[in-house]
């Protein structure tokens, strides 16, 4: 068997990249990831800038003399005639006069000639002089203009999956639409006899189908649209006929259950039989192994790039390992969303639970992950029944990893992959 690593690798080096690009506007692109560097259009701020709300002044005009101070000791004063105002979207009109000063507000443009902004808080106003505790310095609560962009300066580099504050960004250098990389079109299939639909009350045998309902989720968090979710049942010319129209509608095929060995585990043999080539089945890891990965070739005239396939065990937990140790990889290089190394995305807690020996296959554990009270992360055993336990999996915050031929001791550093929904 492969280990987890080696099997990763061979499956990232069949994703053939981005799906291609679109224009979308911005109120559709949160998530989606940026397919071409965007240049600011304008500077930020577009002219020097009031920070607070005072008054503008030139600081120069406190030097010299110019000023007697009426009191007795204490901090200097000095008073000027406000000749105006300058508010957001109306500023004062022209230059501002020597030894003047003008009312001004947050996010308003400083009059020409004044260089400072004094604030409110600091002054006092009589009718229209206006007397200053101490003496402002030049540049002192004014933003200056192309301080934060200027025109050409790249904003954003390519593979950046937006944020909600990026589109604020992108709003503010004028980037509607936005080009972004094409969503990888999905479909999910389960396989089983013994699955029923959730509104379904399971009969002899029977339980309610619940593999769909996380994949759909997850691959929708990456950036993906599901355009298929449904349950199949254990029957090859059923799985054939949906194998077949699955991989037609989308860019990647994922199914769950059916790619064990067994008499009714017909998966793999019927992927094969529509054309699917394999390339893995089985890896070293605990739970999960008898994961299948193969890619079915372009159709001449159809398609451009290869789809993926992943055939993931039916229990869900070995589920959600497969897709959070394999799938979300290969799926995010689809979207073209930065991927990080599978190792990159692991973290170090101290194992607060007993001795844990791993035989020929990486183990993996659930685990709650706090903090100690000397700041280190802190890995606490979940108890759980095995791989068909999903429940304790909504209380895990990870998954403690243990090497092969390897045991984990009591206190010891463990890595662990975080697990955030």
Same mark, same amino acid.
């Given at each position: 068997?492969?280990?987890?690593?080696?099997?990763?690798?061979?499956?990232?080096?069949?994703?053939?990249?981005?799906?291609?690009?679109?224009?979308?506007?911005?109120?559709?692109?949160?998530?989606?990831?940026?397919?071409?560097?965007?240049?600011?259009?304008?500077?930020?701020?577009?002219?020097?800038?009031?920070?607070?709300?005072?008054?503008?002044?030139?600081?120069?005009?406190?030097?010299?003399?110019?000023?007697?101070?009426?009191?007795?000791?204490?901090?200097?004063?000095?008073?000027?005639?406000?000749?105006?105002?300058?508010?957001? /979207?109306?500023?004062?009109?022209?230059?501002?006069? =020597?030894?003047?000063?003008?009312?001004?507000?947050? /996010?308003?443009?400083?009059?020409?000639?004044?260089?400072?902004?004094?604030?409110?808080?600091?002054?006092?106003?009589?009718?229209?002089?206006?007397?200053?505790?101490?003496?402002?310095?030049?540049?002192?609560?004014?933003?200056?203009?192309?301080?934060?962009?200027?025109?050409?300066? =790249?904003?954003?580099?390519?593979?950046?999956?937006?944020?909600?504050?990026?589109?604020?960004?992108?709003?503010?250098?004028? %980037?509607?639409?936005?080009?972004?990389?094409?969503?990888?079109?999905?479909?999910?299939?389960?396989?089983?006899?013994?699955?029923?639909?959730?509104?379904?009350?399971?009969?002899?045998?029977?339980?309610?189908?619940?593999?769909?309902?996380?994949?759909?989720?997850?691959?929708?968090?990456?950036?993906?649209?599901?355009?298929?979710?449904?349950?199949?049942?254990?029957? %090859?010319?059923?799985?054939? @006929?949906?194998? +077949?129209?699955?991989?037609?509608?989308?860019?990647?095929?994922?199914?769950?259950? /059916?790619?064990?060995?067994? $008499?009714?585990?017909?998966?793999?043999?019927?992927?094969?039989?529509?054309?699917?080539?394999?390339? @893995?089945?089985?890896?070293?890891? $605990?739970? /999960? $192994?008898?994961?299948?990965?193969?890619?079915?070739?372009?159709? =001449?005239?159809?398609?451009?790039?290869?789809?993926?396939?992943?055939?993931?065990?039916?229990?869900?937990?070995?589920?959600?390992?497969?897709?959070?140790?394999?799938?979300?990889?290969?799926?995010?290089? @689809?979207?073209?969303?930065?991927?990080?190394?599978?190792?990159?995305?692991? +973290?170090?807690?101290?194992?607060?639970?007993?001795?844990?020996?791993?035989?020929?296959?990486?183990?993996? @554990?659930?685990?709650?992950?706090?903090?100690?009270?000397?700041?280190?992360?802190?890995?606490?055993?979940?108890?759980? $029944?095995?791989?068909?336990?999903?429940?304790?999996?909504?209380?895990?915050?990870?998954?403690?990893?243990?090497?092969?031929?390897?045991?984990?001791? %009591?206190? %010891?550093?463990?890595?662990?992959?975080?697990?955030?929904?």
């Amino acid at each position: 068997m492969l280990d987890p690593s080696q099997a990763l690798e061979q499956i990232l080096a069949r994703i053939p990249g981005p799906l291609g690009t679109e224009s979308v506007p911005l109120a559709r692109a949160r998530g989606r990831s940026l397919a071409a560097e965007v240049l600011s259009d304008v500077d930020l701020p577009p002219f020097e800038k009031s920070a607070m709300d005072g008054y503008a002044v030139r600081a120069s005009d406190f030097s010299g003399g110019a000023f007697v101070d009426p009191s007795a000791g204490g901090e200097t004063e000095h008073e000027l005639p406000c000749v105006g105002e300058s508010r957001a /979207g109306e500023p004062f009109g022209g230059a501002m006069p =020597p030894y003047s000063c003008v009312a001004i507000f947050t /996010g308003a443009e400083l009059p020409q000639g004044a260089n400072a902004v004094v604030m409110v808080e600091h002054t006092t106003r009589t009718g229209s002089r206006v007397t200053f505790r101490g003496a402002p310095k030049a540049g002192q609560n004014v933003s200056h203009r192309a301080e934060i962009l200027s025109v050409g300066r =790249p904003v954003f580099a390519p593979r950046r999956r937006l944020s909600p504050v990026d589109l604020s960004v992108l709003a503010a250098v004028g %980037a509607e639409p936005v080009s972004v990389f094409r969503r990888p079109r999905v479909s999910i299939l389960t396989t089983g006899d013994e699955l029923v639909p959730v509104t379904s009350t399971p009969g002899v045998g029977q339980i309610r189908e619940g593999n769909t309902w996380f994949l759909r989720a997850a691959c929708e968090a990456l950036g993906c649209e599901v355009v298929r979710s449904e349950i199949v049942r254990d029957d %090859a010319s059923a799985l054939e @006929l949906a194998f +077949r129209a699955a991989l037609d509608d989308g860019d990647a095929l994922i199914t769950t259950g /059916g790619v064990s060995v067994g $008499k009714y585990d017909l998966v793999g043999p019927t992927l094969e039989r529509i054309g699917v080539t394999p390339v @893995l089945h089985k890896v070293a890891i $605990k739970p /999960g $192994k008898p994961i299948w990965f193969g890619v079915r070739p372009p159709k =001449p005239g159809k398609e451009a790039v290869p789809k993926p396939v992943f055939g993931l065990p039916g229990n869900p937990v070995s589920a959600l390992l497969g897709f959070e140790v394999f799938v979300r990889a290969a799926l995010s290089r @689809l979207a073209g969303m930065p991927i990080a190394d599978e190792r990159e995305r692991r +973290r170090l807690g101290r194992w607060r639970g007993r001795d844990v020996t791993a035989r020929d296959r990486q183990t993996n @554990l659930p685990c709650l992950v706090g903090q100690g009270t000397d700041g280190v992360t802190e890995l606490e055993p979940l108890p759980w $029944k095995g791989s068909a336990d999903i429940v304790a999996l909504t209380a895990a915050g990870g998954l403690v990893i243990v090497p092969p031929a390897t045991t984990l001791q %009591a206190g %010891a550093l463990a890595s662990y992959r975080p697990l955030a929904f």
